[in-house]
């Protein structure tokens, strides 16, 4: 009950906290918030000095931050999340309505995504852990893909050029269906490719294989293995729920979609500071919801196991069989950037603007007739080294914070809650515009899966037998750390954290896009994808050859997780 009371506590803060940094967001960044306000509203008319204090008037600016924050939060006692700075309506019918639309949405995306994990983790399921294979080449595909470029190819061509599905807007059930594949498409990759690693340990336990000496069906033991694995992929599942109800900013933007994570975000850039006071309280109060769901499905799934100490030792299966030899893909990539290096990214060619794929442009042009092979060779070496130093410094944060679940919990509810380009708004408030401003930004999000996933084998862990066994025997809790605990999370975290290196490398993508990441002409892959994007229809090769680059950098960082595994004894 006290750490119950505890978690309470800790989470009301971190929500004060976050409601708090968001308030004094215009006055962090240096920014004048009627001058932004004026522009929202009116972008013509010219900000003289009477305007301006008129604007401070009526929004009461001139009170101050502490001011406006005591004020709007007096009014959430009664309901009344304030009014819009910019129409002046009320916030809370604007932020219920985008609550729904985008509940809807992640609801269907969370199915497509059960698709995804169920197809892949079928042959498994199927052969009950034994002869394995790798699923890794075609999930990291999935799971490198970014959504706004699977939001534009699934517009462009199901929507647009054969007509199967409305494109744009959202005004009933068949609008739901482009969006939620964006969405439930890479998310159903990077679960599956979770429970995919859990399941084996599960059929290699000594119930599974009692089990099927007595002769029981193969599909009971399927679904207890399932039902085995899953409490320790219900963390990054709920932090899904929320990435798909406030981070799904891209894919809501490309289908005209009235989202939450839209509205937040335009808020956000419009410093309609009531709007995304209240966006972002909805998404902390819906992040806690989900942990809540997630940690009782846990306790609902392993039953008094996990409270008495009786849960089966692990069993850490042998790496899987692959069909794609590692060495074949570990040298692609370098030949690609070792063939662009010698040419120029920025030389300009107006005459031969978005070419076709040809001996002198084997990646074809883009729409200023650059050489596109130049620019995703020179784009690799920052995008990779970048993602890469992220990639290890979140696995370092991540694991360390997941050791400590209640504190990390909370954190990692509110990190996850909220839309990046709103945390990397907040980072740029607070350290200024430069070239490390995405870096901070992507790192300050990308631990929180890591964190989850630590505490969630963690807290298998300690009910395991053979820890209760070592306990009994007199060690310690460091000697545990060491020699029991670690040596089981860390393989399974470190090889979800190269799952993830294709996303971290897209996460600076997106911000990018939003113009807050690499700035043109910098060849970063991010900004390729999105100066290319409106010419993916005429000229498809400009978006396919960063976008095929990515894939490949998937499928190589799966590739190499396959290796990492616990050593035997």
Known sequence: MRGTATALLWRAILATALVCAIGVLPWASHTDPALTVLKARSADRDPTPEVLADIRAQLGLEAGPLHLLGDWAGGLWRGDLGRSWLSGAEVAPTVLRALGVSLLLMAVALLAAAVTAALICARTLYRGGRDRRASGTGSAVLAALPEFLTATVLATVVGVQLGWLPALGWYGPRWTVLPALALGLPAGAVLGRLLDDLLPGAFAEPWAQAAAARGLPRRTIARQALRRSLPGLLPNTGLFVVGLTGGAVAVEQIFDIPGLGRTTLQAALAQDLPVLQAGALLLVLLAAAAAALAHLGTRVLIGPALRDGALPSPHRPAPPARRVPPLLLALVLPAVIAAGLHRDPLALDTGA???PPSWSHPFGTDALGRDMLARVAHGALD??????TISAATLVLGVLLGLAPRLSGPLVDTVSAL?????????????GTGTATPALAVTAVAWAPLAAHTSALLRQERAALHITAAKALGAGPVQLLRHDILPAILPPVTRHALLRLPGIAMSLASLAFLGLGAQPPSPEWGLLLAENQPYAERA???????????ALLGALAV???????RRRA
């Open 559 to 565: 590739t190499a997780a396959g290796g990492v595994r």
């Open 383 to 388: 995008t990779l080294l970048l993602a890469t």
């Open 540 to 550: 498809p090769w400009a978006v396919l050859a960063p976008a095929a680059l990515l």
């Open 353 to 355: 603007r978005l070419q």
């Open 419 to 431: 839309p990046p380009v709103l945390l990397a708004l907040l980072v740029t408030a607070a350290a």
